[in-house]
C-alpha cells in the first residue's frame, strides 16, 4: 500500500462508514468546492467533508482533532472574514445536510445544519409564519443564528437567537449532544451569539411567528439629501412600532426592474421597509412620521408581499463570487457629528453594489437582558455595516480603502463592538470588544466544551479556566 501523504487520502483510507462526499485537491469538482461566498477569499483546505448526516460530523471532528489539523465549519459560505474555509486543513461541509420540518401547531421549525434561509422562509410562509432570519435567502442558517441573527423581522420578533429553542450540537470530543434550557443550559447560553467556537450545530429549533404577507420595500432619495433623512430617521424608528422595521442605507439604484430606468446607477440614501403585517393601511401611518418630515423621494417602493419575497430581494444583487470587505460596529446613538460623516463617506461608495446599512436593533431585543444570551449588546439601536463590495479583483485595493476609512470615521461614536457576523478577522481585542462583561463566562464554558480550542477558525473565543 502506497504512503498516505495527504488529508485526503488519508481520509478516504480511516473515515469507514462515511456517507457524504471527501474531496481533495486532486478530484476534479475541487476548485468549485473550496470557493466561498466572498471571492476575495482564495484558501486551499486540504480536505474538503461534504457531510450528509451528524455521524458523519462527528467522524470528520475527530479526524481533524487526532491529526492536529486546522478545522472550518461551512454553512452558506457567506462569512466575509472566509471564516468556513481554511488554508491545507479540514472543512467541514454543511451543505449537503438539509432539511425543513414546519409545526404549524406548536409554530416550531427545526432546521437541518447546511440549510439556507430561503429553504426555512419558503417552507413556513406556507403556513404564514416566519422566524427572523437576515436579509438575503442564500445565507447560512447556521451561521447568521450563531452570530446573533439580525434581520427585516429584528424589532418585532428579536434576534433569531432570541427565538432559538434547541441545537444539536457535535462536540469536539465527537459527543453528539442537545442544548436547551433545559439540557447543557451553559451550552444553550453560548451558542446564543457565540458563534462557532463550541462544536457544529446540526439541527436548530425556532419558534415560529405569525408572519406570511408583509409590507415592505426601499424608499430612496436623492443621496445629497441623506443628512435630513438620517436626522428624522435616527428618532423616528426608535418611537416607531415594533411590527415596523426599517434599516437606513446608502446604495446605488440596481439597473433592473423593478427600479425606474432614470434612477439606474444612481447613488442614493434609503430605508429598506418591513411591516410585518399586510395591513398596507396600518403600514403607511406607521411610515409617515419620517416621510412626512423630511424631503420628498425619488422612488417609494413599498408593496404587500410574501414575506420570502422581501427576504430574497438582494439575491441577485449580491451573487456569489464577488469581492467583499466589512467592517460594523455597534451603535447606541448617531449625533450630528456621526451623520456629517456619514454624508461625507456614503456618497463616496466605490461601486454599485458598495453600501452602508444601520440594522435597527431596538424593540425586541431590548427585552432580553445583556447577561441573558452571550450577545451582550442589548441596549445598542443599531447594527452597523459597511461593505465594499465589486466583482473585478483589481477594484479590492479601493473598496476596502473606502471600507475602512468609513469605519474608522464612524467607530469613535460606536458602542465599542460589533456584530461577529459582519467583522473581518480584526484580532482578539475586537472579538473580546464584542462580548464585553461576557466573555470570561464564555471563556470558561469553551474551556468545557473545547479545551483544546479545536474550533478556533472563527471569532476565537480563547478557553480559560
Not at 445565507?139 to 432559538?164: A, E, F, P, Q, Y
Request: charged content about 20%; some cysteine; aromatic content about 8%.
Amino acid at each position: 500500500m502506497s504512503a498516505v501523504t495527504t488529508p485526503a487520502q488519508a481520509a478516504s483510507e480511516e473515515l469507514k462508514g462515511f456517507q457524504g462526499q471527501l474531496i481533495g485537491p486532486a478530484d476534479a469538482d475541487y476548485e468549485e468546492a473550496r470557493q466561498v461566498y466572498n471571492a476575495m477569499i482564495d484558501r486551499r483546505p486540504g480536505l474538503i467533508a461534504r457531510v450528509a448526516n451528524a455521524d458523519d460530523v462527528a467522524k470528520v471532528v475527530g479526524f481533524a482533532r487526532d491529526r492536529g489539523l486546522k478545522l472550518a465549519i461551512r454553512g452558506g459560505g457567506h462569512n466575509g472574514a472566509g471564516l468556513g474555509t481554511v488554508d491545507d486543513g479540514v472543512v467541514i461541509d454543511l451543505s449537503g445536510l438539509k432539511g425543513v420540518e414546519v409545526d404549524p401547531d406548536a409554530k416550531t421549525v427545526r432546521v437541518a445544519g447546511g440549510s439556507v434561509w430561503g429553504e426555512v422562509d419558503a417552507a413556513t410562509n406556507e403556513h404564514g409564519l416566519a422566524t427572523p432570519s437576515g436579509i438575503i435567502s442564500t445565507t447560512g442558517v447556521g451561521g447568521l443564528t450563531l452570530g446573533g441573527g439580525l434581520g427585516h423581522l429584528t424589532r418585532k420578533c428579536g434576534l433569531s437567537i432570541d427565538n432559538l429553542l434547541e441545537a444539536k450540537i457535535v462536540l469536539a470530543n465527537g459527543e453528539q449532544v442537545t442544548a436547551n434550557a433545559d439540557e447543557n443550559p451553559d451550552l444553550y447560553w453560548a451558542i446564543r451569539g457565540g458563534g462557532g467556537n463550541f462544536g457544529v450545530v446540526t439541527e436548530f429549533v425556532f419558534r415560529l411567528h405569525d408572519v406570511g404577507t408583509i409590507v415592505g420595500g426601499p424608499t430612496f432619495w436623492a443621496i445629497d439629501q441623506s443628512p435630513e433623512v438620517l436626522k428624522v430617521y435616527r428618532e423616528f424608528i426608535l418611537a416607531a412600532p415594533r411590527e415596523l422595521n426599517g434599516f437606513f442605507a446608502y446604495t446605488s439604484v440596481p439597473p433592473a426592474e423593478p427600479f425606474p430606468e432614470a434612477l439606474h446607477g444612481d447613488k442614493v440614501c434609503g430605508v429598506v421597509w418591513c411591516y410585518a403585517s399586510p395591513d398596507e393601511e396600518a403600514a403607511a401611518k406607521a411610515m409617515a412620521p419620517l416621510l412626512d418630515n423630511v424631503p420628498e423621494p425619488v422612488m417609494h417602493g413599498v408593496q404587500a408581499m410574501p414575506h420570502p419575497m422581501l427576504q430574497g430581494a438582494f439575491d441577485a444583487l449580491y451573487p456569489k463570487g464577488d469581492q467583499w470587505y466589512w467592517r460594523a460596529d455597534f451603535v447606541t446613538e448617531i449625533p450630528d457629528e456621526a451623520v456629517a460623516a456619514h454624508a461625507k463617506f456614503g456618497p463616496e461608495m466605490p461601486s454599485g453594489q458598495s453600501t452602508m446599512h444601520l440594522y435597527p436593533i431596538d424593540g425586541a431585543p431590548h427585552d432580553v437582558a445583556p447577561e441573558d444570551t452571550a450577545w451582550s449588546y442589548r441596549e445598542a439601536n443599531w447594527g452597523s455595516v459597511f461593505a465594499g463590495v465589486d466583482p473585478d479583483p483589481a477594484n479590492v485595493d479601493k473598496i476596502r480603502r473606502w471600507t475602512v476609512d468609513y469605519h474608522e470615521a464612524l467607530h469613535p461614536y460606536g458602542s465599542g463592538g460589533a456584530y461577529v457576523n459582519m467583522m473581518m478577522d480584526e484580532g482578539q481585542e475586537r472579538v473580546r470588544a464584542s462580548y464585553r462583561g461576557n466573555y470570561d463566562r464564555l471563556a470558561k464554558i469553551k474551556a468545557q466544551y473545547d479545551p483544546e480550542n479545536l474550533f478556533r477558525v472563527n471569532q476565537n473565543i480563547q478557553p480559560q479556566g
